[in-house]
């Protein structure tokens, strides 16, 4: 099975540009160029069997392109995600009307589902690693004397792995270690998962400060309504501890959901939480009443997709003190983030937390930095991460990135080779299908001194761009004369590759059209970039 970043690498086919249409084109549009198209490649205008095999192949993609653009469900779903959109299977858009945005949003979420299912057809390991790290000695030094201390006062680690026994039942195994001060614990835990009919049950087995016995379970209630909850039992040494937990989760809007979590045992709690999210922003509020501490919290997010990145501003207040907390979130690769966040607080001082996201680990380095809040520390935490970011971009990140581009493209070129080829032959089959309307309508513009293409070539051309590479273009005056209606040529701001009679010679460089004609017996000359627009006569 191909893996996502191979299925990204394929070609994608570009229906409005094989019909030479505008991305916004009418349905009198489209039928237009599919009657013209078809006038040409429909095989019963030939009668040669090798021109009418050629005729078969051109015919059936002309085809292709004009049922998913005469179909408003196809075409939205191709003009948010492509071609591959139509190839997602579990689409529960295709009967109905959405936008573009919420298009996607499906697509995005299929295509997460199915990448999921990819995964847990293996083994699909979780895991977290927290180092905390102790530095306050940097801005409150213990002795003058000596140099500051930095050490690392605890660490912890965490690992799950999900296997798949059915579709519908699983086994989750799970540890954990914590280690402070010369001192550690550590627990392991079996559960059985399944799935229901709206819901799911667990029966999770645990072991390590004690024998674990528990029991969890969800299921949806309504539309709008979610209810979760369990309860575990503890076997110490002094006897049975039973905790019970139940979160209940409405979807106020269809941003918004908000939830009520009732915790009872060792560490009783009840909490009321908000969240707010759309493409722009999130907001989240919790109110959280418990022992030991009562406490509200606030935290607001901007997400600037654009950029892949993400800033959040957060504060606690309540019977602990105070905190403030502010950060970025960075996107670094399909599957990768880095994240640091700046707290800054009553009484835990001044802590720079640095995380790393990859897949489904993350590495996690809190680093204290004062007790107190200390304008140094604070300047400090905020500046070393900005530093080290650039730093590591320029020296690691970007020479990482651009072998990681070549490599792409010199596998795009390996993966779509047959496809390339395929593409060529089907575009000197055009050619050969189009002698006829060739022919007709270099007569046609003859008489009126119209638009004739004396020569027209397509690929890559040398530095200075006086002239083609053999090897990386060829010769299009046959398709381009073709696209001439009444004396004027129109094309489109797309790829030139997808045209008929195109194909791509030399995939993942830079391309260019060049037009020699001539229009009321004037010779000319244009130049235009692959996906420059264009219309002669200018």
Not at 134 to 139: D, V
């Amino acid at each position: 099975m191909a893996s996502d970043n191979e299925s990204d690498a394929e070609l994608d086919e570009n229906y409005y540009t094989f019909l030479n249409l505008p991305r916004n084109a009418t349905t009198e549009q489209i039928n237009s160029a599919y009657r013209k198209q078809s006038r040409i490649y429909h095989p019963d205008k030939h009668t040669d069997p090798d021109s009418k095999k050629k005729a078969e192949i051109m015919f059936n993609r002309t085809k292709r392109a004009y049922e998913v653009l005469s179909d408003p469900h196809q075409r939205a779903i191709y003009d948010s995600v492509g071609e591959k959109g139509l190839k997602t299977e579990g689409w529960e858009i295709v009967h109905r009307t959405r936008t573009p945005a919420e298009i996607r949003e499906e697509y995005e979420r299929l295509a997460q589902a199915a990448a999921e299912r990819r995964l847990q057809q293996r083994t699909n390991p979780r895991g977290n690693i927290t180092i905390n790290v102790n530095a306050t000695e940097i801005f409150t030094p213990y002795d003058d004397s000596e140099m500051p201390r930095v050490e690392i006062g605890s660490m912890s680690i965490a690992q799950s792995i999900e296997a798949p026994i059915t579709r519908k039942d699983m086994i989750v195994m799970s540890g954990n270690l914590y280690s402070s001060n010369g001192t550690g614990t550590g627990g392991f835990m079996v559960a059985g998962r399944r799935l229901l009919n709206k819901g799911w049950m667990e029966v999770c087995l645990g072991a390590g400060n004690g024998f674990l016995l528990g029991f969890k379970g969800g299921r949806t209630l309504t539309s709008k309504l979610t209810l979760n909850g369990g309860t575990n039992m503890s076997f110490q040494e002094n006897g049975v501890i039973p905790a019970v937990f139940s979160t209940l989760a409405v979807q106020l809007d269809k941003h918004t959901v908000g939830s009520l979590t009732l915790n009872a045992g060792p560490h009783s709690s009840m909490s009321t939480q908000i969240d707010h999210s759309n493409d722009q922003h999130a907001i989240s509020t919790s109110f959280v009443i418990g022992t030991p501490h009562v406490y509200f919290g606030l935290s607001y997010t901007r997400k600037m997709l654009e950029n892949e990145l993400k800033l959040k501003l957060a504060t606690k207040v309540g019977t602990f003190g105070f905190v403030g907390e502010y950060g970025v979130e960075k996107k670094v690769s399909k599957y990768s983030s880095v994240i640091a966040t700046v707290s800054v607080g009553v009484p835990s001082g001044v802590i720079l937390k640095l995380k790393i996201i990859r897949s489904n680990q993350s590495y996690v380095f809190p680093i204290h930095l004062s007790d107190e809040i200390v304008p140094a520390a604070i300047f400090y935490a905020s500046v070393t991460p900005i530093i080290a970011w650039f730093f590591v971009k320029k020296t690691i990140m970007d020479p990482m990135e651009a072998d990681r581009k070549n490599i792409e493209v010199e596998r795009s070129k390996r993966q779509n080779e047959q496809r390339l080829a395929a593409k060529k032959m089907e575009a000197m089959a055009a050619i050969h299908l189009m002698q006829s309307t060739y022919n007709r309508i270099i007569s046609e513009e003859q008489k009126r001194k119209g638009l004739i293409i004396k020569r027209a070539i397509y690929g890559c051309v040398t530095d200075d761009s006086s002239q083609f590479k053999p090897e990386a273009s060829h010769d299009v005056t046959v398709p381009i004369q073709c696209l001439v209606r009444d004396g004027t040529l129109q094309l489109y701001e797309s790829s030139k590759s997808d045209l008929p009679g195109f194909f791509d010679p030399s995939l993942g460089d830079d391309k260019i059209l060049r037009i020699e004609y001539t229009h009321n017996d004037v010779l000319k000359l244009v130049n235009i970039k692959d996906n420059e627009p264009l219309r002669l006569p200018g």
